[in-house]
């Protein structure tokens, strides 16, 4: 998943990813802020994964084998 990354005019940066609406952090380091929305994008996907909901761009991730 793409994470678009800035740096606003007080400094600090903030991270997101666009296919995952509301995956947004602001940090005082770039590096915090990428690490940060990762983590954030995970919960994110588990809890939807959890509850049936459509991940993007992750149908081909899993594999089912019977």
């Known amino acids: 998943m793409k994470i678009e990354i800035e740096q606003e005019e007080d400094g600090r940066w903030i991270a997101e990813v666009p296919d995952l609406p509301g995956v947004m952090v602001y940090e005082k380091e770039r ?3 990428i690490a940060k929305v990762e983590a954030l994008a ?4 588990a809890d939807r994964l959890e509850h049936g909901e459509d991940i993007p761009d992750l149908n081909g991730v899993f594999s089912i084998v019977t």
């Open 31 to 33: 590096e915090q802020a």
């Open 42 to 45: 995970l919960r994110i996907i």
